[in-house]
């Protein structure tokens, strides 16, 4: 089966300008969370969906936005972008809410999207 | 808050030695899952092994094995038989049931000697 898949692989941008990344979780999977991982540092929380429906939200200011599709795919969008949001985004999935136990909870990550803002 | 501390930035070992990463975590819940993820190069983070705070035993998976002290909020990683495709960075994560987010340590370099 495939693994959660991202895209873009590499994106840059400019100051000012608006970006769109993707996710599509595993298989089966209902959840989909966001995460930024500035270089040197561990991956810091954005976002969680659920079922579409954002179930938690990190401290990112409302630049950041995200949504999940019927099929549970996932885009996450960063408005004005600023130097400081240079980073790998990780997007991962997960069973999501009403499995038993730990397995509910275990994240599987995708690639990566690194996002360089000049 | 809940927080997550890995004291040790780098480590390392000689190959088929073992070595173990620390991991301490400040939180006032009584149920909780910590993990262990790893990072290679590659960039995409693997889940290496999980626990649930509300089991005494230590999980173990293969050559990886952690020791938990709940009282001491403490977890961490032992890899025996170290191998040369263990070198990545590794991060030990926190999270509740009632939490939707996933608490990460700033992570462990460790490198492998041949």
């Known amino acids: 089966d495939a693994g959660v898949t991202q895209s873009p692989t590499h994106l840059i941008k400019t100051r000012g300008q608006h970006v769109t990344l993707r996710c599509s979780p595993i298989?089966?999977?209902?959840?989909v969370s966001w995460y930024q991982q500035v270089l040197g540092q561990g991956p810091q929380f954005i976002f969680q969906?659920?079922?579409?429906?954002?179930?938690g939200r990190g401290n990112f200011p409302d630049r950041f936005s995200a949504r999940q599709f019927p099929n549970y795919s996932s885009e996450l969008n960063v408005n004005a972008l600023l130097l400081g949001d240079s980073a790998l985004y990780l997007c991962?999935?997960?069973?999501?809410?009403?499995?038993?136990?730990?397995?509910?909870?275990?994240?599987?990550f995708g690639p990566g999207t690194r996002l360089t803002v000049t | 808050a809940q927080t997550v501390t890995q004291s040790q930035p780098e480590m390392s070992v000689q190959e088929a030695e073992t070595v173990t990463l620390s991991c301490t975590y400040d939180?006032?819940?009584?149920?909780?899952?910590l993990f262990w993820y790893k990072q290679p190069p590659s960039r995409q983070m693997i889940l290496v092994i999980r626990?649930?705070?509300?089991?005494?035993q230590n999980a173990t998976e293969n050559r990886f094995s952690v020791n938990f002290q709940k009282a001491a909020k403490s977890f961490s990683l032992k890899i025996s038989d170290s191998q040369l495709g263990d070198a990545a960075m590794y991060f030990c994560?926190?999270?509740?049931?009632?939490?939707?987010?996933?608490?990460f340590g700033a992570g462990t370099r460790l490198t492998v000697k041949p």
């Open positions: 991962a999935s997960s069973l999501g809410s009403g499995s038993p136990g730990a397995q509910s909870y275990e994240q599987y």
């Open positions: 298989s089966g999977h209902k959840s």
């Open positions: 969906y659920y079922e579409k429906e954002e179930r």
């Open positions: 939180t006032s819940e009584s149920d909780y899952y």
């Open positions: 626990q649930e705070a509300y089991k005494q």
């Open positions: 994560a926190y999270r509740t049931p009632n939490n939707n987010d996933m608490r």
